[in-house]
């Protein structure tokens, strides 16, 4: 069976983390949907100078709103990744198909949109003196964990040393 996973990144603010997030998409054959208004821009020229050589490789989306996002995604299955959820985001068991959704870096995700998708709201445990992760390091971790239940589907999970002497 063919496995997709998606990540939603609603109107990230700085670039190098979402440069972070491509490459782990890139890495992993994630999905990228980027929902502006964004707080950089995105051209051929920006992407060579910061040596985005990957950036080929990403199958990615872009949309002007987060309604034009969901408009465009309707049907979809979507987890939002929040310090305000009640579940973690390994009690859940991710379909094929499945969006990650993430919010901007200073503010997170809509309160609207949380209240209205409580049941599809997680959360990263950590220690309540933080107030959270680093963007690219949650994304990171909730591909991980979705990529970990479905048996890492098309990666390559051993490597090689070379020139290896004892």
């Given at each position: 069976?063919?496995?997709?996973?998606?990540?939603?990144l609603?109107?990230?603010?700085?670039?190098?983390?979402?440069?972070?997030?491509?490459?782990?998409?890139?890495?992993?054959?994630?999905?990228l949907h980027?929902?502006?208004?964004?707080?950089?821009?995105?051209?051929?020229?920006?992407?060579?100078?910061?040596?985005?050589?990957?950036?080929?490789?990403?199958?990615?989306?872009?949309?002007?709103?987060?309604?034009?996002?969901?408009?465009?995604?309707?049907?979809?299955?979507?987890?939002?990744f929040?310090?305000?959820?009640?579940?973690?985001?390994?009690?859940?068991?991710?379909?094929?198909?499945?969006?990650?959704?993430?919010?901007?870096?200073?503010?997170?995700?809509?309160?609207?949109?949380?209240?209205?998708?409580?049941?599809?709201?997680?959360?990263?445990?950590?220690?309540?003196?933080?107030?959270?992760?680093?963007?690219?390091?949650?994304?990171?971790?909730?591909?991980?964990?979705?990529?970990?239940?479905?048996?890492?589907?098309?990666?390559?999970?051993?490597?090689?040393?070379?020139?290896?002497?004892?």
């Amino acid at each position: 069976m063919e496995h997709a996973l998606n990540i939603v990144l609603i109107e990230p603010e700085i670039p190098q983390n979402t440069g972070n997030i491509s490459r782990t998409c890139a890495a992993t054959g994630t999905r990228l949907h980027l929902v502006g208004p964004m707080g950089f821009q995105i051209t051929d020229k920006q992407v060579r100078r910061a040596g985005l050589d990957y950036w080929d490789k990403l199958d990615i989306s872009y949309y002007d709103s987060t309604a034009e996002f969901f408009e465009k995604n309707k049907g979809g299955t979507f987890f939002y990744f929040t310090t305000k959820a009640e579940q973690t985001h390994s009690d859940i068991s991710y379909p094929n198909g499945a969006y990650l959704v993430f919010g901007k870096e200073t503010k997170g995700l809509p309160e609207e949109l949380l209240k209205e998708n409580h049941d599809s709201c997680v959360r990263l445990p950590m220690r309540g003196i933080i107030r959270s992760l680093n963007l690219s390091n949650a994304v990171a971790v909730g591909v991980y964990e979705v990529l970990r239940q479905w048996d890492y589907p098309k990666l390559s999970c051993k490597g090689q040393l070379h020139n290896l002497k004892w």
